[in-house]
């Protein structure tokens, strides 16, 4: 076998409308049946996540928080990736009116237009904050922290690497994950800086293109990509 992980975003990926339908959950089983090992790999918070997905258990691990926070599900365990900002940025934008403001453990969140409020906080604090787009959404990170380097935790748990690993995704945020994966894939309702980035673009779109990519990673091993 030379692959041996699935990493896989949730939203636009997995998901459609935030809720995975049954025959995309056949599939994750059938790859899970032939000896692979499932990541997930999402931007959401994990409460936020456990809330729309109760079956996260049929993966191995779930990296969070657009790879600040790792969480295994057979445990219940977390472990910080990342730390958070400080209380004086989350201060300064609520005083500037950022609405909505979602807080995870590291991540801030909000809504394009405000990554130019983000912005200029983050320059006026002299933080070393980064922020990552997310097809509409703006997430607040630290620097450095990505969804490869969440993956990379997670696979190193796995006692496996990026190099025997597929990722799957569909929007700005994934393509740092596709590019550093061995083989990357994207559905069919990606964006199209997304899909430039995958060795293989689904036919189908959301869970139906992760299922198609599941089924052709079981049967041939992707051996005819070379």
């Given amino acids: 076998m030379r692959y041996h992980a699935l990493a896989c975003d949730y939203d636009g990926t997995l998901a459609t409308h935030g809720e995975v339908d049954q025959p995309t959950l056949e599939a994750l089983d059938r790859l899970r049946h032939s000896g692979r090992k499932l990541i997930l790999v999402t931007g959401r918070e994990l409460g936020d996540l456990m809330k729309v997905f109760p079956q996260v258990g049929r993966f191995e691990r779930v990296v969070a928080e657009n790879g600040a926070l790792l969480y295994r599900p057979a445990t219940g365990e977390e472990v910080l990736l990342a730390e958070p900002p400080p209380a004086e940025f989350i201060v300064a934008l609520r005083e500037r009116k950022v609405r909505p403001l979602s807080l995870g453990r590291v991540i801030v969140a909000t809504?394009?237009?405000?990554?130019?409020?983000?912005?200029?906080?983050?320059?006026?604090?002299?933080?070393?904050?980064?922020?990552?787009?997310?097809?509409?959404?703006?997430?607040?990170?630290?620097?450095?922290?990505?969804?490869?380097?969440?993956?990379?935790?997670?696979?190193?748990?796995?006692?496996?690497?990026?190099?025997?690993?597929?990722?799957?995704?569909?929007?700005?945020?994934?393509?740092?994950?596709?590019?550093?994966?061995?083989?990357?894939?994207?559905?069919?309702?990606?964006?199209?800086?997304?899909?430039?980035?995958?060795?293989?673009?689904?036919?189908?779109?959301?869970?139906?293109?992760?299922?198609?990519?599941?089924?052709?990673?079981?049967?041939?091993?992707?051996?005819?990509?070379?």
């Fill in 111 to 226: 809504w394009e237009p405000f990554q130019t409020i983000a912005r200029d906080v983050i320059r006026n604090l002299d933080l070393e904050l980064q922020v990552v787009f997310n097809k509409g959404a703006v997430m607040v990170l630290p620097f450095g922290v990505d969804k490869v380097t969440g993956l990379k935790a997670a696979l190193a748990e796995l006692d496996l690497s990026l190099h025997q690993t597929v990722s799957i995704g569909d929007a700005e945020n994934d393509e740092a994950m596709l590019n550093a994966s061995r083989c990357s894939a994207a559905v069919a309702n990606a964006l199209q800086r997304t899909k430039d980035c995958a060795a293989i673009v689904t036919q189908a779109t959301h869970g139906a293109g992760v299922a198609e990519l599941i089924d052709r990673l079981i049967a041939t091993d992707l051996q005819e990509l070379g």
